[in-house]
């Protein structure tokens, strides 16, 4: 470069502060904006529905609000670390790979990705951490997997996503249909699934094995993976079919499923988990009856008057009846020392002692809402201690993965990284996005949908508010009716929620920009976002219909499903996978357990939001696949008449 | 040091044809022994005639752009095998057309086409190719092209073609900062009679504000002979044959397409005079392309934005050859090209070649090829009358 050039050059780039600060300042406007886009609608909805139609109060008003902020904020930097950092590192990588490297090679470095892409999974660490809250005695495969065997299911699960990585990108090599590898995969998972469920040992395993197959495709593997692909397929193949490069998700989230599963079934013939005759381990002391409340731990009654302490008589008719006088609403419940923490939407309390207090139950509900207007802020958020832990969980979840990749781009294919700083800054930006992101969860989106997610059923029955402690009379006499209006504001939690899936909105511009605005982000977004909302709202009707069994609404929809697959284009059984694979993520997994679990707890019989998932995930499939059906029956036609007219 | 040859009597041929067709050209192209092809995924657009259409999930349809640089000699031949090949001739086929280039430059291990490999014969086809066909090209905002191309259908073009680039200009000269501007650009070609030119241009510019600044550029190029075909209208089943069959029937049997001068018979005071504004307009400048391997690219941008080229645009093409390597399962291992493109006045293209001359000499690039041609009126926004040259 010239000496002239060069000055010609830096004459152009002299803006001043003000005038950085302008572009700065604009940029940061226009991205924001856009994530406002995709989060404004489940915000909104769970505001006014919980105060206008529940006719509730926001408890902790103030941390709601200033964690939906920091959602946005977060949401924003993450997705502009996405497009400026990860994602073209992953296709520069996946561009180069099938030029420079013999097969071998590409199948350890695919294999080595997805076995990494697992560990630095957040959410997989929790998983590690869930087992203290299974009981031995009610789930012994469940306790054993997670307790005496929590190596192996790590390692299951890795191994299941390394696989899947690889077979997803030889598939690109070979041609391969997805069709081919879905529909075997599927039906052997539903024919697994089906003889747990009747198991009454394997049962409970069948929530964590689908549970491992969602945890898998996180925010920023799903990024990563698809751009990998997409940077492949630029490369290889006669490009007939528009949707090359995907289905790397799908399986990534099918293949764990069968592993977690095969592992359980591998000790449940080997009889070797807890309590079973092979188990090796040591039983434990049978654990002290735990009085279930659905109270919030955060209520403390100051210094008790005589009249409401608990006499002798009463103590003792505790102990034997295990209930106390006045009901549920007799006494206050709270807990001294031990640890809490959040598992799939549930707060639980490990070595804690339990205190029940009576209360007042006249002036308690006034008392609590002065109270709450009072401090709008939880006192219980420790929010250093809350930064810390997510920058933490986003550090481990992206810097392994990039560090690995440059090595590779690096030793092993021997390129140079162009846009180096481009890429630098988005990697930063991701991280810091992400950290952001998680503690805006923590702090607001996950507890307003748990209040939310848990009022829900006041529609149709009477219950206790989150966070209050008087019941509320339910709001529709007639219960059929407020069952269905209960499932109308489910399918518009799910609808929203999944709007704003960060994965989801990636996947969308990933199918946008390979397309070249055939296929548009929105048509694919609106698409899943009425399959998550109508699976869901299947989902609360099983629940809140107990007739309804779970096996057999599950069962139809899997093999119209298998049926739709077989009969659909391969560009549509694409997408409609992918975007499966990827709804699930960290903003509609609190809130649908949340609410699975609001409405579990006031239907006897029903305990946890599996079935919910589940059906939220096969939803988006067949809309997608209907919607491609339609599409292509239009566009044959114009094939069909192409062919007639040929001979003139 | 490697050496250059220049050449003339090349045209630059484009097909754009449907997703459905392309692969069956591309082989029987191939297998006639063409060298090799540039390929770039495009779609089309598809004006919804009736209000509940927009409630349908359609999409606009899929194409493909194919380019061949060939010598004129056999540009004929390959473009009555093309027409032939994927039926151009009926409705919604696509399209085709030859851009003479005026100039063209290449190093001497581009697989430049070589006239006598090629060997297709035409069987006397009769095939009419229009004669006065012009290009218009509009570089705009991402996510802006659909309006352009809606307001290019509605003053009388047939299915406007829209594919993504990368516009390179002020964002790399921000430094680190480039990072808040996105790249992303929408290129839009819409091939219109002379006829039409004025109403379509004037239409586009409106839409695409190309007047103001940061809005893109549009450019018209003169084109030697083409065929269109393109589907605008979604479904047009409800005739038997679309406005736009009519209109063409009707121009093939009078030979011309004065009859549409409906001014003559309608007295509509608004369509008689089109008030072209004027503002902007740069005349007789020159589409000046680079085309190398996709990984040289930045290397070439660099050197052509130090040189001072005010501002390029980037797309990258998929290479269809007869010979390409494979993979174990039998599928094409793709090479990539990228070509910038850049519209500037004709003295500075001299210059400017020598200097990437100098940097693939320097960086050892293989396969590299420049050519240019006319784009006689372009609208933009501009400071300056002329557009900036090394002073």
């Known amino acids: 470069m010239s000496k002239a050039s060069q000055d010609q050059l830096s004459a152009l780039v002299e803006l001043g502060v003000g005038g950085i600060a302008s572009i700065l300042w604009r940029y940061f406007r226009e991205r924001a904006w856009e994530q406002l886009k995709s989060v404004w609608f489940i915000i909104a909805y769970l505001l006014l529905f919980q105060v206008l139609f529940l006719d509730l109060p926001i408890i902790y008003g103030a941390t709601i609000a200033a964690g939906i902020i920091i959602v946005v904020v977060g949401l924003t930097f993450f997705m502009e670390g996405l497009r400026l950092g990860l994602m073209p590192f992953g296709e520069t990588i996946g561009a180069i790979l099938p030029r420079n490297s013999r097969l071998p090679l590409i199948i350890t470095f695919a294999f080595i990705l997805g076995v990494g892409a697992t560990f630095a999974e957040p959410a997989i660490s929790v998983l590690k951490k869930a087992g203290s809250g299974v009981q031995p005695d009610k789930a012994p495969l469940l306790y054993s997997l997670l307790n005496d065997f929590s190596g192996q299911l790590v390692a299951c699960v890795g191994v299941g996503v390394g696989i899947a990585v690889t077979l997803g990108i030889l598939r690109f090599f070979y041609g391969w249909s997805l069709k081919i590898l879905i529909i075997p995969i599927v039906l052997l998972l539903s024919g697994v699934t089906l003889f747990s469920y009747f198991d009454p040992i394997l049962n409970p395993v069948i929530g964590l094995a689908w549970d491992c197959g969602a945890v898998t495709t996180g925010p920023v593997t799903v990024p990563l993976v698809l751009a990998l692909g997409i940077g492949v397929c630029r490369i290889i193949g006669d490009d007939d079919n528009g949707a090359s490069g995907f289905g790397i998700v799908t399986l990534a989230s099918l293949f764990p499923i069968l592993a977690v599963l095969g592992l359980a079934l591998y000790h449940f013939f080997a009889q070797d988990f807890y309590g079973a005759a092979n188990y090796t381990g040591k039983l434990l002391e049978p654990p002290s009856p735990v009085v279930k409340t659905e109270k919030s731990d955060s209520e403390k009654t100051e210094g008790a008057e005589p009249a409401l302490r608990f006499t002798e008589e009463e103590f003792h008719h505790y102990l034997q009846a295990g209930e106390l006088p006045g009901g549920e609403d007799g006494y206050t419940t709270s807990y001294r020392s031990g640890e809490v923490y959040l598992e799939d939407g549930r707060i639980i309390h490990r070595l804690s002692e339990v205190i029940l207090e009576k209360q007042d139950t006249k002036n308690k509900l006034e008392a609590i809402i002065i109270n709450q207007t009072k401090h709008p802020w939880n006192p219980d958020i420790k929010v250093f201690q809350e930064i810390l832990s997510s920058l933490g969980m986003a550090m481990q979840a992206i810097l392994p993965l990039c560090a690995f990749l440059f090595l590779t781009l690096l030793v092993v294919l021997k390129e140079r990284l162009r846009h180096a700083d481009e890429i630098g800054i988005g990697v930063v930006f991701a991280v810091f996005g992400m950290a952001l992101f998680g503690l805006g969860l923590t702090l607001g989106l996950t507890p307003l949908g748990l209040q939310l997610g848990s009022n829900i059923p006041v529609t149709f029955t009477s219950i206790i508010p989150w966070g209050l402690s008087n019941p509320v009379e339910p709001l529709f006499p007639n219960p059929l009716l407020g069952k269905f209006i209960a499932m109308i504001f489910a399918f518009f939690l799910g609808y929203g929620a999944t709007l704003a899936e960060p994965a989801l909105n990636a996947l969308g511009e990933t199918v946008e920009k390979t397309t070249v605005g055939v296929f548009r982000k929105s048509l694919l977004m609106q698409t899943v976002a009425i399959g998550v909302g109508l699976g869901i709202a299947t989902g609360v009707a099983q629940m809140a219909f107990p007739s309804l069994n779970l096996t057999f609404l599950l069962i139809p929809p899997y093999l119209f499903l298998v049926f739709l697959t077989f009969i659909s284009s391969e560009e549509f059984v694409n997408f409609a996978w992918d975007s499966a694979g990827v709804t699930t993520g960290p903003i509609t997994v609190p809130l649908v357990l949340s609410m699975g679990l609001g409405i579990g707890a006031n239907i006897p019989g029903v305990i946890d939001g599996f079935g919910i998932l589940a059906l939220a995930s096969v939803g988006p499939i067949i809309t997608v696949l209907t919607v491609g059906l339609i599409v292509n029956r239009t566009r044959n036609d114009k094939e069909l008449s192409l062919v007639e007219n040929e001979d003139f | ?391």
């Open chain 2, 1 to 391: 040091m490697k050496t250059f040859s220049s050449h003339s009597d090349y045209s630059l041929v484009t097909a754009i044809l449907p997703r459905q067709s392309t692969h069956r050209v591309l082989e029987e192209v191939l297998a006639s022994g063409a060298s090799h092809a540039l390929t770039i995924n495009a779609r089309g657009t598809l004006m919804k005639e009736r209000w509940y259409q927009s409630f349908l999930p359609t999409l606009s349809p899929e194409q493909e752009i194919i380019r061949f640089l060939v010598h004129n000699s056999e540009a004929d031949h390959l473009m009555e095998q093309i027409v032939m090949v994927g039926k151009l001739r009926l409705y919604g086929a696509g399209s085709i057309y030859a851009t003479p280039c005026c100039e063209l430059t290449c190093a001497d291990d581009y697989p430049l086409w070589r006239t006598g490999n090629y060997t297709f014969e035409s069987v006397s086809f009769d095939i009419r190719f229009k004669k006065d066909l012009v290009a218009l090209v509009q570089i705009a905002q991402k996510g802006e092209a659909d309006v352009i191309a809606r307001a290019a259908i509605k003053a009388g073009a047939q299915g406007p073609t829209i594919s993504y680039i990368r516009g390179i200009g002020l964002r790399d000269r921000l430094g680190i900062l480039r990072i808040t501007k996105k790249p992303e650009k929408e290129l839009i070609v819409v091939v219109v009679d002379k006829y039409d030119l004025e109403a379509v241009f004037e239409a586009m510019a409106r839409a695409g504000q190309v007047g103001l600044p940061g809005r893109g550029f549009l450019y018209q190029v003169p084109l030697s002979k083409g065929l269109t075909n393109l589907a605008s209208v979604f479904n047009p089943e409800k005739h038997s044959a679309s406005v736009q069959q009519i209109i063409r029937a009707i121009d093939e049997m009078q030979g011309d397409t004065h009859w549409r001068a409906n001014q003559l018979l309608i007295h509509d005071p608004k369509a008689v005079e089109f008030k072209r504004d004027t503002r902007g307009i740069i005349k007789d400048s020159v589409v000046f392309n680079v085309l190398c391997h996709r990984k040289d690219t930045e290397i070439l941008l660099d050197n052509a934005l130090s040189f001072g080229v005010p501002g390029a645009s980037v797309s990258n093409w998929r290479c269809a050859e007869s010979q390409a390597k494979q993979t174990k399962g039998g599928l094409r291992l793709n090479r990539e090209f990228g070509n910038i493109s850049m519209i500037l006045s004709e003295e500075v293209i001299a210059p400017l070649q020598k200097s990437l001359k100098a940097a693939i000499c320097k960086h050892e690039m293989k396969e590299t090829c420049f050519f240019s041609y006319d784009a006689p009126i372009a609208k933009t926004f501009q400071l300056s009358t002329s557009i900036s040259t090394r002073s």
